[in-house]
């Protein structure tokens, strides 16, 4: 059963990216067969790749990490909690026999501790081919930026901006060399404007543009910004965020690990909704995205 709201549709002769919601409250986690990712546990796809995952404590990030294991992939994980990244740890070799995990308490902003999280899992792995910069945060809503604390509104792009940029200005060498890949953790609220969340839209709009950056001055790395979905996190449900939940975290995992696994390459340096089926993308869409270089920020008249 599918349950992907995202739709895409043409509208004259501009490329239009429509977002609806559906208003259930509890999520549901459908798995459509175009990413299931049954094929990648089955021919260990990631056997022989080293898979970074930033904010990989819990919820979403703790999810990508465990279907990148299953995979076959060495594991780098990342947060600040070090017991609940260990948490995550045990479960995956519970799970996994025989899975290689290394874990790093970083805070994304510290350049030094970036730096050296990612040197280390180089020398210790020899190599690294996904970099899933997945850690953010959302202030709670319900205070327009002139009376919110200015240092917390500006935390909120040194964790979701200034984090994604560390890891990727680090691990780029790295993914030069592998002809690897960048996936960044976007949101739908970087597309739309919801009185009170002005860091956070801000935040997640500019790191779209810098997965746009990535392509066009690394040539070799692939990368994209994905939307997960409304998922039930602890930070999505202390924000407040006017929003349905759709979604468990397990349908952006599947989508992530279908990205890194080449199988949308032709997506590269653009914005992609794990909502949507992606298999309907390609084949009735394709051709318009590439032309009007559609699924990237630009102004365009209606």
Do not use: C
């Amino acid at each position: 059963m599918k349950t992907f709201k995202g739709s895409l549709t043409m509208k004259r002769s501009s490329f239009h990216l429509s977002l609806s919601f559906p208003a259930h409250s509890f999520p549901t986690t459908s798995i459509y067969p175009f990413i299931d990712p049954s094929p990648h546990f089955s021919a260990q796809t990631f056997a022989s790749k080293v898979v970074l995952v930033t904010g990989a404590s819990r919820g979403i990030g703790a999810s990508i990490a465990q279907h990148f294991s299953r995979a076959g992939a060495s594991l780098a994980l990342v947060a600040r909690n070090e017991d609940k990244l260990g948490a995550v740890k045990a479960e995956i070799e519970a799970t996994v026999p025989g899975a290689r995990v290394l874990t790093f308490v970083v805070d994304v902003r510290d350049t030094a501790q970036v730096s050296k999280a990612v040197a280390d899992t180089v020398k210790h792995f020899g190599r690294l081919d996904v970099l899933v910069a997945n850690a953010g945060v959302m202030r709670p809503l319900g205070t327009r930026f002139a009376s919110v604390d200015p240092i917390a509104w500006w935390d909120t792009l040194e964790i979701n901006l200034r984090g994604v940029f560390n890891f990727v200005h680090f691990a780029i060498p790295h993914l030069q060399k592998s002809g690897g890949y960048v996936v960044a953790i976007s949101s739908v609220g970087s597309q739309v404007r919801v009185p009170t969340e002005s860091d956070y839209s801000i935040s997640k709009q500019a790191v779209n543009r810098l997965v746009e950056f990535v392509p066009i001055e690394y040539p070799g790395v692939k990368a994209f910004a994905v939307h997960p979905g409304n998922v039930p996190t602890d930070m999505a449900l202390g924000s407040g965020a006017p929003v349905s939940f759709d979604t468990g975290p397990e349908l952006a995992a599947a989508t992530v690990l279908h990205l890194a696994a080449g199988k949308a390459d032709w997506l590269n340096g653009r914005f992609v909704s794990s909502l949507w089926d992606l298999g309907e993308v390609e084949s009735k869409y394709k051709a318009a995205i590439l032309e009007k270089n559609a699924l990237v920020h630009k102004l365009l008249l209606p």
